[in-house]
């Protein structure tokens, strides 16, 4: 396998793990995603393994692990703010006099 081909591979995997990761959270925006329950936590922990296996083999085992888990951890935290921007703006509360 090409590095460069298991590189983004590995890279697609982990953002598709943490995109199923935060599916599952109770902060995730996007309700289509929250009501799917818990096949996302499965998911999530599969394609976190595969992601792993596939940074290991180009990278070794400590720079691989390093690697899945830094781009996990990227993607983890980039999907809240991600959520926020592209959830539609709630509607304003009426005024309490």
Request: glycine share 10%; with cysteine.
């Given at each position: 396998m090409d590095a460069a081909f298991a590189s983004v591979a590995a890279t697609?995997?982990?953002?598709?793990s943490a995109l199923?990761?935060?599916?599952?959270?109770?902060?995730?925006?996007?309700m289509r995603?929250?009501?799917?329950?818990l096949a996302h936590g499965w998911i999530a922990a599969?394609?976190?393994l595969v992601a792993l296996a596939l940074w290991?083999?180009?990278?070794?085992?400590?720079?691989g692990a390093c690697a899945w888990l830094g781009t996990w951890m990227l993607a983890?935290?980039?999907?809240?703010?991600?959520?926020?921007?592209?959830?539609?703006?709630?509607?304003?509360?009426?005024?309490?006099?």
């Open positions: 697609a995997t982990s953002i598709l199923s990761a935060y599916g599952r959270s109770p902060h995730c925006h996007w995603w929250r009501r799917s329950g599969a394609l976190a290991i083999v180009p990278l070794g085992v400590g720079a983890a935290m980039l999907l809240p703010y991600l959520g926020a921007w592209t959830k539609a703006p709630l509607p304003a509360a009426p005024e309490r006099r």
